[in-house]
């Protein structure tokens, strides 16, 4: 089935460093692909999203793109800050419209 | 705009006790809906999805069930709770397929 892979964290970097954030799937059809980020004690806010191959999703100075080719969906940011600590998910839309999401890599940035 | 209420925002509850956590959505209609799980260290797990008032479909088996009363409205339920059912646990909904899905702030369950 459908199923999302995403780099094991936690992640710790310094602030202003860049950060990749790795995500793999593996999908029957086209789904669209999402990264999701969850600050401590909330609910997923959608963060960027892309509905087709080589689609570039950004916002916030994140970005990532649909690599149809290699089935991947990297988060990527020049330059990170403290604010950004949190958890970020890899997800993609499944065959009832549900999403499935890979487990989660925690950000640390210290300053 | 959309907007989405979840409550309580925590719960504490003992084993054995009932569960109502009660998730409505305001801003649209017929939307889907979702119930997840967030285990400690296990990612979002799909708890119960929802097309329509009384469609209700279960990916997991469990001692959990929900129900779609109203067009807006999703209740995720438990007659006993386990000691596993602890977890974060968040509603969410979507215009359709292909889409972002929307989620609520969640509710955070404990079972003593």
């Known amino acids: 089935g459908d199923s999302v892979t995403q780099m094991e964290g936690p992640v710790t970097l310094s602030e202003e460093a860049f950060l990749t954030i790795n995500c793999t799937y593996t999908?029957?059809?086209?789904?669209?692909l999402f990264w999701y980020v969850q600050y401590p004690g909330e609910g997923l806010q959608l963060l960027l999203k892309?509905?087709?191959?080589?689609d570039k999703g950004s916002n916030k100075g994140f970005e990532a793109t649909y690599r149809k080719e290699t089935t991947s969906f990297h988060l990527e940011k020049g330059s990170v800050q403290v604010s950004d600590s949190a958890v970020y998910f890899c997800?993609?839309?499944?065959?009832?419209?549900?999403?499935?999401f890979g487990k989660g890599t925690k950000l640390s940035v210290k300053p | 705009s959309q907007t989405i209420h979840q409550w309580p925002a925590t719960l504490v509850q003992p084993v054995g006790s009932p569960l109502s956590l009660e998730c409505t959505v305001e801003?649209?209609?017929?939307?889907?809906l979702y119930w997840y799980r967030q285990a400690a260290g296990r990612g979002l797990q799909l708890l119960f999805y929802?097309?329509?008032?009384?469609?209700i479909s279960s990916e997991v088996p469990q001692n959990l069930s929900a129900s779609r009363p109203q067009d807006r409205q999703f209740i995720l339920s438990s007659k006993k709770l386990l000691l596993s059912d602890s977890g974060f646990y968040l509603c969410?909904?979507?215009?359709?397929?292909?889409?972002?899905?929307?989620f609520g702030d969640g509710t955070r369950l404990s079972i003593l």
């Open positions: 999908a029957t059809g086209y789904p669209s």
């Open positions: 892309a509905t087709k191959a080589d």
């Open positions: 997800a993609l839309t499944g065959s009832q419209g549900n999403l499935i």
């Open positions: 801003g649209t209609s017929n939307p889907n």
């Open positions: 929802s097309v329509g008032i009384g469609q």
């Open positions: 969410a909904w979507g215009d359709s397929q292909n889409q972002p899905q929307h």
